[in-house]
Structures are given as C-alpha cells and as structure tokens.
C-alpha cells in the first residue's frame, strides 16, 4: 500500500440536526482505484464534496495530500479533477469543446490569470486523452451524451490533477456508451498514474474496474476488495428490499437516481 493522499479521520460531516456522513475512517492510497456505492441518501455526494473541501468536518479530521486545511482556495484543491454529476446540458449555449476543456485550466492557474499557448496545448492533449480531439471546434451541445462525457473528462484532465474524482459518470447514457466512459477511465488510471475516486450507483457496471468498494450508509459500513464488499448477507443489510440477486450472482440495485 502506498502513501495515503486521503485520510478520513472519525469525521462528521453535516448541518444543523442533519448528520449526513457520521464517524467515517477511510485512507485511500496514492494511485488507488476506488468505487464508492451505497443507497440514495447514504453520503455519496456529501463524501464527494468534503473531499473537493466544499464541506469541512463537524468533528474529526479529513486531510488531503498533506494539507488539513478548510481553505478552498488552497492549492491543492487544483490536484483535484472532478467530473459533476451530469446535467442538462442547453444545446444553443454558444461554448466549443476546446473552450469547455479550457475551463479546466483556471482550476490550476486562478481565475484572474489568462491561459496562454501551453494552457491550449494542455487542453489539446487532454482532448487527445479521451479521443475527442477531431471535434475541438464542434459546439458542445451538439454532441451526443457519451461525448459530453468525454469533454468533461477532458476539462477535469486539463487541470493536471493527481486525483480524478467522477460522480455518476455513466448516469443518463445508454449501455454501450456506459462501458465505453469506464473502460476510458481505466485507461487513464493506468497511463496516467491517477488516483481515482468514483462515485456511483451501479454496482455491476464498476465491480470489475476497481481496486477497492466503499459502501456507504451514512456510516462506512464496507471497506475492500469488491469480492468481499459484495457478499449477499452485506448488501441485504445496506439495501433491503431493493435488493436482486440472480442465479448468476449479479446483483442488480433497484437505486434510481431522482433529480
């Protein structure tokens, strides 16, 4: 196990009379490969937002990379790339890939610095990265939902993160397109070196990606490699009723995403 670049340390995370993350203790290692499942309403997104410093601990630690702080503007926020949940994204909203992949650099250099020539480049190599460059000049909301994707992905590279933090990165595509996003983020796990946190409701489309599952249910209730996080006899306990295992022992989640 190499070095850990993110601790959870017994944190809290919530609001006022609302505990939305309670007691969690959680390393994830430099380079690591990590699935985060759980219900809806078990802390997936409010895991996602301490770890991008969006919500600082109620009680207990969180330090990432080897800063502790609560400032968002610290620099190591810009080692961290993140792909949102998908929205609706208007077709007429008058931005070109190569624009939206650009966004991606005022993450690493502050908003009031203008990118220069090795920004665009950057920007063209993370378009390289994900097989998108050949539509630099299309406006993004033209593209299919699978190639918004890839722009995005793009965006969150163009930063040059150590981390690359997705959040439902298959939600609202088609199957096909579905495998082909994830077998894109394998590919820069592995040629890039990145660690990568990612969030997600479908347990069999990511079970055969990851290093290690994180279930979630306002606690950490599993931790490991996926064989032992998908054990009937822990998901039954998590999931209840929603819960269908077929004679195959894939295990199908009925966890809707509701917007």
């Known amino acids: 196990m190499t070095t850990p670049i993110i601790r959870f340390t017994h944190a809290t995370f919530g609001f006022p009379g609302v505990t939305a993350l309670e007691d969690i203790s959680l390393e994830i290692a430099d380079g690591e490969f990590v699935g985060v499942i759980g219900p809806n309403g078990s802390g997936k997104t409010t895991l996602c937002r301490a770890v991008l410093g969006l919500l600082p601990p109620r009680s207990g630690h969180l330090q990432i990379f080897d800063c502790a702080c609560q400032e968002l503007r610290c620099h190591h926020r810009a080692r961290i790339g993140y ?3 998908k929205g609706v994204l208007d077709r007429n909203f008058p931005i070109t890939v190569l624009e939206a992949v650009m966004m991606g650099r005022y993450g690493a250099l502050g908003l ?24 630099r000049d299309s406006a993004l909301g ?7 994707q890839r722009v995005l992905i793009a965006r969150a590279l ?21 495998h082909a996003v994830l077998d894109l983020i394998r590919h820069l796990h592995r040629d890039l070196k990145l660690t990568v946190l990612l969030i997600t409701h479908d347990i069999n489309m990511i079970r055969s990606c990851v290093d290690r599952l ?19 006899d822990v998901l039954r306990q998590v999931y209840g009723k929603e819960l269908v295992i077929t004679e ?5 989640v009925e966890d809707y995403h509701h917007h």
């Open 83 to 85: 792909l949102p949940q």
């Open 112 to 135: 009031f610095t203008r990118p220069g020539r090795q920004d665009r480049e950057i920007a063209l190599r993370a378009l390289e990265q994900v097989g998108m460059q050949d539509h």
């Open 142 to 148: 033209h593209l299919s939902g699978g190639q918004q």
């Open 158 to 178: 163009a930063q040059q993160p150590q981390v690359l933090l997705l959040d439902e990165p298959t939600t609202g595509i088609d199957i096909t397109t579905q």
């Open 214 to 232: 994180v279930l979630l249910k306002t606690r950490l209730y599993a931790a490991g490699p996926p064989e032992d996080v998908l054990r009937p």
């Open 248 to 252: 195959k022992d894939l295990i199908i």
